[in-house]
């Protein structure tokens, strides 16, 4: 005879705030897949829940959408991304890495953002530091701006003693070639002067001479 198996353990419950976030977070990908015509069975299956789960947590999927489009806004997924890229890689490296997390990131938002103009619920708004409209957590424009150039400062910050200007600002001219047309504060917009200079000479002071030191 064999032993009974043992009674199936339940995942803990989760808050209605926790539900509707991890609701939201399977929806995201379906949305800049699909646009607008994701349907909420889409989204209750990549949740692993069921359809009627969903509609427990939002009303309908408008309500849904909405709630993606906050979150695809905020700042927070991409500021940790930036803050988790290795200090010990090459410059070169942290600075490709940091481009290819802030791109995608506008990339993300950007579907989103279509899916939700193209079902008639258009994000609203000014756009902050990466070209997004505002986050819906209370952070501005300013600080959303701010956090992203602190950000990639740090990145530069390794190689402090070879840099031709202060991390920060490198930081900010950084994010304006990267992202043209959308300065990192737009109370410090980088000069033109400074942008060629940027391109002729680059980031690096020249290597001094053993010889010379």
Do not use: C, Y
């Not at 989760?14 to 607008?36: E, F, K, N, Y």
């Not at 988790?84 to 990339?107: K, M, N, S, V, W």
């Not at 900010?172 to 990192?184: D, E, N, Q």
């Not at 400074?194 to 030191?213: C, K, M, T």
């Amino acid at each position: 005879m064999t032993d009974p198996q043992p009674p199936r353990r339940r995942a803990p419950g989760m808050s209605p705030d926790q539900r509707r976030a991890m609701i939201v977070r399977a929806a995201l990908p379906l949305l800049a897949t699909h646009g607008a015509a994701v349907t909420t069975a889409q989204v209750a299956r990549a949740a692993g829940i069921g359809e009627a789960t969903v509609f427990r947590a939002f009303p309908d999927k408008d309500a849904l959408l909405d709630a993606a489009v906050a979150e695809a806004l905020r700042p927070d997924t991409v500021l940790a991304e930036l803050a988790a890229i290795p200090l010990d890689q090459p410059l070169a490296d942290r600075l490709t890495a940091a481009a290819t997390a802030l791109l995608a990131h506008l990339d993300r938002l950007g579907a989103v953002l279509a899916a939700a103009h193209t079902a008639g619920r258009p994000g609203r708004g000014r756009r902050n530091a990466t070209g997004d409209r505002p986050p819906h957590d209370g952070t501005t424009r300013d600080e959303a701006a701010s956090a992203t150039r602190t950000a990639v400062a740090a990145l530069l910050a390794p190689e402090e003693d070879r840099l031709r200007l202060p991390a920060d600002r490198l930081a900010a001219l950084f994010l304006a070639v990267l992202l043209p047309g959308r300065p990192p504060l737009a109370d410090d917009p980088p000069a033109p002067a400074e942008l060629v200079d940027l391109f002729l000479h680059g980031a690096l002071a020249p290597a001094v001479p053993e010889e010379s030191r």
